[in-house]
T-cell receptor
Framework: DQQVKQNSPSLSVQEGRISILNCDYT??????FLWYKKYPAEGPTFLIS?????DKNEDGRFTVFLNKSAKHLSLHIVPSQPGDSAVYFC??????????????FGKGTKLSVKP | NAGVMQNPRHLVRRRGQEARLRCSPM?????VYWYRQLPEEGLKFMVY????????ESGMPKERFSAEFPKEGPSILRIQQVVRGDSAAYFC??????????????FGPGTRLTVL
C-alpha cells in the first residue's frame, strides 16, 4: 500500500516556463514533507521541505504548497531551466507518530526541461 | 567534501557471498539511515541508527541483513548470502542532532550492488 504517491511518472516542460510536480499522501500522521532531486547514478539531493503547520514554503525558484485537507502537496519550479532535468521524489515523515523519522518516498517524477 | 560518503560505489558479488556497504555521515551528524532503491521504484526505508544503537529496523528483511553504527568508524550495512533479488542501489543518509533541521536527511551517492 503506497502511502506517498506521485502519479505522473514523467513531465516535460519548456525552458522558462513553470514546472508543477504533484504528490498525494494517505497517512494523516505525516507532518513533514520533503522534495529531493536525483540525477542518474547519484544520491538524492535535498531541495525544500515543509512542515504541516504551514501551507507554503519558498526558496528561490522552488516553492512547495501543502493542502492538508486534500492530502496533497506540489512543487513549483519557476522559471524552469535545463539543469532542472532530473527525477524528483516526494517524501514524508510522521515525526510524532512513531515512525522515528524515517522517510516514506514516492516513486518519483522524471522532469525534462527542453531548451 | 563534507557530504555523506559511501563506499564502495559499485559492488559485484556472486550468489552466496557477503556484501558490506559503508557509510560515513556528514560531520556533526549522529543519525544514520539506510534506504534501498529497486529499479523504477522509490527509496524504501531499511534501518535508522544512532551511535551504537539501532533505533528503528522495521524496514530490514528479517534474515541475512544487519546494520551497525559503532562508536568509531562508519556505519556498516551487511548482507549475508546474497541473492539476485538483493541487487539494488543502497543509499545512506544522515541528519544532525539538536537542531531545527533534525528531520532533513542528506544522502550519500549510493552503492550499487549487483549479484551475479
Amino acid at each position: 500500500d503506497q502511502q506517498v504517491k506521485q502519479n505522473s511518472p514523467s513531465l516535460s516542460v519548456q525552458e522558462g516556463r513553470i514546472s508543477i510536480l504533484n504528490c498525494d499522501y494517505t497517512n494523516s500522521m505525516f507532518d513533514y514533507f520533503l522534495w529531493y532531486k536525483k540525477y542518474p547514478a547519484e544520491g538524492p539531493t535535498f531541495l525544500i521541505s515543509i512542515s504541516s503547520i504551514k501551507d507554503k514554503n519558498e526558496d528561490g525558484r522552488f516553492t512547495v504548497f501543502l493542502n492538508k485537507s486534500a492530502k496533497h502537496l506540489s512543487l513549483h519550479i519557476v522559471p524552469s531551466q535545463p539543469g532542472d532535468s532530473a527525477v524528483y521524489f516526494c517524501a514524508a515523515s510522521a515525526r510524532y507518530g512513531g515512525s522515528q523519522g524515517n522517510l516514506i518516498f514516492g516513486k518519483g517524477t522524471k522532469l525534462s526541461v527542453k531548451p | 567534501n563534507a557530504g555523506v560518503m559511501q563506499n564502495p560505489r559499485h559492488l559485484v558479488r556472486r550468489r552466496g557471498q557477503e556484501a558490506r556497504l559503508r557509510c560515513s555521515p556528514m560531520k556533526g551528524h549522529s543519525h544514520v539511515y539506510w534506504y534501498r532503491q529497486l529499479p523504477e521504484e522509490g527509496l524504501k526505508f531499511m534501518v535508522y541508527l544512532q551511535k551504537e544503537n539501532i533505533i528503528d529496523e522495521s524496514g530490514m528483511p528479517k534474515e541475512r541483513f544487519s546494520a551497525e553504527f559503532p562508536k568509531e568508524g562508519p556505519s556498516i550495512l551487511r548482507i549475508q548470502q546474497v541473492v539476485r533479488g538483493d541487487s539494488a542501489a543502497y543509499f545512506c543518509a544522515s541528519s544532525p542532532v539538536g537542531t531545527a533541521n533534525t528531520d532533513t536527511q542528506y544522502f550519500g551517492p549510493g552503492t550499487r550492488l549487483t549479484v551475479l
